[in-house]
Nanobody, 117 residues
Framework: QVQLVESGGGLVQAGGSLRLSCAAS????????VGWFRRAPGKEREFVAA????????DYADSVKGRFTISRDNAKNTVFLQMNSLKPEDTAVYTC??????????WGQGTQVTVSS
């Protein structure tokens, strides 16, 4: 089992920045990827970004490329999502997730990000 705890959400004005953290514990050696998803009010959950737990390779949704950066600190079992140039449409609950080779099978509880115009 893997446990994920997010932190760092909040309220920010458009154009501002926030950094989210996701602390992983438990059987982290079993992980292939750790990433972030978000769900805006009235919308489906969508993929935001992911990083290879061992490789460090990253992937982003087109909507955040060039503005968000995902990174990890394996020594601290923590993944970060640096969000710059935030837009009101980035407002959502951001949830950290982790996966093995097949599926996203571990999820955090989520943290609210609100971007005011």
């Amino acid at each position: 089992q893997v446990q994920l705890v997010e932190s760092g959400g909040g309220l920010v004005q458009a154009g501002g920045s926030l950094r989210l953290s996701c602390a992983a514990s438990g059987r982290t050696s079993s992980l292939y990827f750790v990433g972030w998803f978000r769900r805006a009010p009235g919308k489906e959950r969508e993929f935001v970004a992911a990083v290879g737990w061992n490789s460090g390779n990253s992937d982003y949704a087109d909507s955040v490329k060039g503005r968000f950066t995902i990174s990890r600190d394996n020594a601290k079992n923590t993944v970060f999502l640096q969000m710059n140039s935030l837009k009101p449409e980035d407002t959502a609950v951001y949830t950290c997730a982790a996966r093995n080779a097949v599926i996203w099978n571990y999820w955090g509880q989520g943290t609210q990000v609100t971007v005011s115009s």
